[in-house]
């Protein structure tokens, strides 16, 4: 029992009880086996039987070992993996955000700013900020992405000159008039 004890630098064990059988490697396993074997009594021998369930036992707690590491690597991945794809999903949605944002560019909209306020204007440009895309308008007011409640017509159309716009509609042409500039009551047929 002496030649273990040395292995452990004067300890009775080469492992520290805290950390039990996992911090022991295999060399140390098998340098404390063999040492066991060259010190054990000529007259009663070790079975056997016995010693093969220690290396036995030893295989199998390494395999686990190896096992529980390739496990943690897996979990790694999968995390690493689901982390990637949700940065990338983010990615699409702030492009597809933005490309909805630049649609809207010389559009008239109405929304609210990040404090309450209602906006209305034409959008004259777009830009992103912390991941948020702003709206700035030709009134010099700047609007969420998030936070536009209604979009109207092409560029530089109010609701009300929207509103008052009339088509009309030929075979071979189409005429957008206003009936209070045009000076006359009906629809123009255009040939």
Do not use: C, W
């Not at 991945?77 to 990338?88: C, G, N």
């Not at 440009?125 to 609007?143: A, H, Q």
């Amino acid at each position: 029992m002496s030649a273990i004890g040395s292995l452990g630098s004067g300890t009775t064990t080469a492992v520290d009880k805290a950390t039990g059988f996992a911090a022991i490697s295999s060399a140390q396993f098998v340098k404390i086996l063999v040492t066991e074997l060259a010190n054990q009594d000529p007259f009663e021998p070790q079975d056997s039987a016995a010693i093969l369930e220690q290396l036995s036992s030893l295989r199998n707690i390494e395999s686990q070992m190896q096992l529980e590491k390739k496990l943690e690597n897996l979990v790694t991945q999968t995390v690493e993996s689901q982390t990637f794809l949700h940065e990338q999903m983010n990615v699409f949605l702030l492009q597809n955000q933005l490309s909805t944002a630049g649609a809207t560019i010389g559009r008239y909209i109405e929304g609210y700013t990040l404090d309450g306020n209602k906006v209305t204007g034409t959008v004259t440009s777009v830009r992103v900020e912390d991941e948020m895309i702003y709206l700035e308008l030709d009134t010099g007011k700047t609007l969420p992405m998030a936070l536009v409640t209604h979009i109207s017509g092409g560029a530089g159309t109010t609701p009300a000159a929207e509103q008052s716009q009339t088509r009309v509609s030929d075979p071979v042409k189409t005429v957008d008039q206003n009936p209070t500039t045009s000076g006359s009551s009906g629809p123009k047929k255009v040939s």
